[in-house]
């Protein structure tokens, strides 16, 4: 039942603004989640985002990232993550996340962001 809740009140939450959970739960899904997912330890493509929001780039042991993420010097904020998702090349260059175009879209990427954080 509650499904059928969640079904029929999704358009009120996608015209709401960056802090709605649902919205960036769906914006995830669109943009990332063919290669990442949140849970801790279950890298596919692309590494697992648990917890990324604080954590140094290119660090989890279980997962070949490129040298160019694996050297990165910096940990993971959101205004970091902003950038990264708009233009990886810009932050890391070098990178091995492809094929990912970027996402001009500023809402969509602090619907994203927004999304990460609450995985703490
Ligand atoms: C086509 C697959 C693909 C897509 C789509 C993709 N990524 Fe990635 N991502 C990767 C790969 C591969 C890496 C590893 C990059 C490296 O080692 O250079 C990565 C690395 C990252 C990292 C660095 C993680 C760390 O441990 O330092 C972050 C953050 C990240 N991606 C966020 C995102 C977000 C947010 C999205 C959606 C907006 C996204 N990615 C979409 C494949 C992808």
Redesign the pocket.
């Known amino acids: 039942m509650s499904a059928v809740i969640c079904l029929l009140s999704s358009p009120a939450a996608l015209s709401q603004q960056g802090s709605d959970p649902a919205a960036g739960q769906q914006a995830?899904n669109n943009?990332?989640r063919?290669?990442?997912i949140m849970r801790e330890g279950d890298n596919r493509?692309?590494?697992n985002?648990h917890k990324?929001v604080g954590?140094?780039?290119?660090?989890?042991s279980g997962?070949?990232?490129?040298s160019?993420?694996?050297e990165?010097d910096f940990v993971?904020d959101e205004a970091k993550?902003d950038r990264?998702?708009a233009s990886?090349d810009e932050v890391?260059p070098?990178?091995?996340?492809?094929?990912?175009g970027g996402?001009a879209s500023k809402e969509e990427?602090t619907k994203?962001?927004a999304f990460?954080a609450q995985s703490q």
């Open positions: 995830f943009a990332c063919t290669c990442h493509l692309g590494p985002l990324v954590r140094k780039a290119g660090s989890l997962y070949n990232y490129s160019a993420m694996k990165a993971w993550l990264f998702i990886p890391v070098g990178h091995k996340m492809k094929p990912y996402l990427r994203i962001v990460l």
